[in-house]
Nanobody, 126 residues
């Protein structure tokens, strides 16, 4: 079973930055696209960013485009999300995920992902 563990969440002031990490188990990390999603209380899980298996293709949700950067280090089996210019609307639990079926794409739909981390809380204060 694939294990994903997020870290790096915390409390940050508006305008500040955080860098999230997602450590993945297994030997096939580089075969799969990875994604970040977030969920605020009372809201559905929202697509944040995705990265292709080799890291050359990236996609972002409209609300974070230009502020967040997704990256991966396949040698370390680690996914990252650099978050800049944070605002209150970014407050949520952030989850990393691995796509269910290996592809060369950057999936945006939750249904495309089969494995999820436990989540890490990001809170942006005024």
């Amino acid at each position: 079973q694939v294990q994903l563990v997020e870290s790096g969440g915390g409390l940050v002031q508006a305008g500040g930055s955080l860098r999230l990490s997602c450590a993945a188990s297994g030997r096939t990390f580089s075969t799969y696209a990875m994604g970040w999603f977030r969920q605020a209380p009372g809201k559905e899980r929202e697509f944040v960013a995705a990265i292709s298996r080799g890291g050359s293709m990236k996609d972002y949700g409209d609300s974070v485009k230009g502020r967040f950067t997704i990256s991966r280090d396949n040698a370390k089996n680690t996914l990252y999300l650099q978050m800049n210019s944070l605002n209150a609307e970014d407050t949520a639990v952030y989850y990393c995920a691995r796509e269910a079926r290996a592809s060369y794409d950057t999936p945006r739909r939750r249904e495309s992902y089969a494995f999820w981390g436990q989540g890490t809380q990001v809170t942006v204060s005024s």
